[in-house]
Nanobody, 118 residues
Framework: QVQLVESGGGEVQAGGSLRLSCAASGSIFRINSMGWYRQAPGKQRELVAT??????????RYADSVKGRFTISRDNAKNTVYLQMNSLKPEDTAVYYC?????????WGKGTLVTVSS
């Protein structure tokens, strides 16, 4: 009932920037949380950034490896979460997945590839 579509991935050189977007559609009553995860070749999926809550209260956390470089944000009216990625490094290369918890259930996007070259 809920579908997520990511966009904004691509190839950039080290030091460059990208902005990822993920929009949810379908049957949504309440969005409990939004987040971004990534999986690099030979690695397990890892958390990049999450945003929990909305309206009067929210909580954001980042992986230590991206803190200070990446920013997660949302547009509740559009059911969309963003990930602004600055000062990209080759080690950021991965498939990035968005995840929404909607009405207590997790939904995943299909992923968008980010490649950072030196």
């Amino acid at each position: 009932q809920v579908q997520l579509v990511e966009s904004g991935g691509g190839e950039v050189q080290a030091g460059g920037s990208l902005r990822l977007s993920c929009a949810a559609s379908g049957s949504i009553f309440r969005i409990n949380s939004m987040g971004w995860y990534r999986q690099a070749p030979g690695k397990q999926r890892e958390l990049v950034a999450t945003l929990t809550g909305g309206g009067s209260l929210s909580y954001i956390r980042y992986a230590d490896s991206v803190k200070g470089r990446f920013t997660i944000s949302r547009d509740n009216a559009k059911n969309t979460v963003y990930l602004q990625m600055n000062s990209l490094k080759p080690e950021d290369t991965a498939v990035y997945y968005c995840k929404f918890k909607v009405d207590g259930m997790d939904y995943w996007g299909k992923g968008t590839l980010v490649t950072v070259s030196s």
